[in-house]
């Protein structure tokens, strides 16, 4: 089995991404190996990266499956690493970037984005050096 973090390191290298923020962003989602969360909207959120649904279909045009981002935490880092590219690159902005992987809708997105923010914050400086 290959370590989450090597994942993580090669998609960040792969997509030009800095590895701290796919890793806040993986915290920040919750997910985990074989999850798969429903949505109040009728679809649902898999895997590690907690990869929705609504990717389905450009994925299997480029021969992934949801299963295997569902079942493959390298699959679900890299898949999730492809999402923010392609969000950083539409938004032109790195933080509405993030606030895209999430939500287009800004009501959803900023706060992830923040989210993500605080959790990148944790994981480099550490817990003691958080502000409420």
Request: glycine share 8%.
């Amino acid at each position: 089995m290959i370590p989450v973090s090597l994942c993580e390191n090669a998609a960040a290298i792969w997509f030009h991404e800095p590895v701290l923020i796919l890793r806040a962003i993986a915290k920040v989602e919750g997910g985990w190996k074989g999850a798969r969360i429903a949505d109040a909207n009728g679809t649902a959120d898999h895997g590690l990266m907690q990869i929705n649904s609504v990717w389905r279909k450009r994925l299997h045009r480029m021969g992934w499956h949801m299963h295997t981002v569902q079942w493959h935490n390298c699959a679900s880092v890299f898949t999730g690493a492809w999402i923010l590219r392609q969000e950083l690159d539409a938004s032109h902005h790195f933080w509405l970037g993030v606030a895209w992987y999430q939500s287009r809708n800004p009501v959803y997105g900023l706060p992830f984005a923040q989210k993500v923010y605080r959790a990148a914050w944790h994981i480099h400086y550490g817990a003691q050096n958080v502000r409420q």
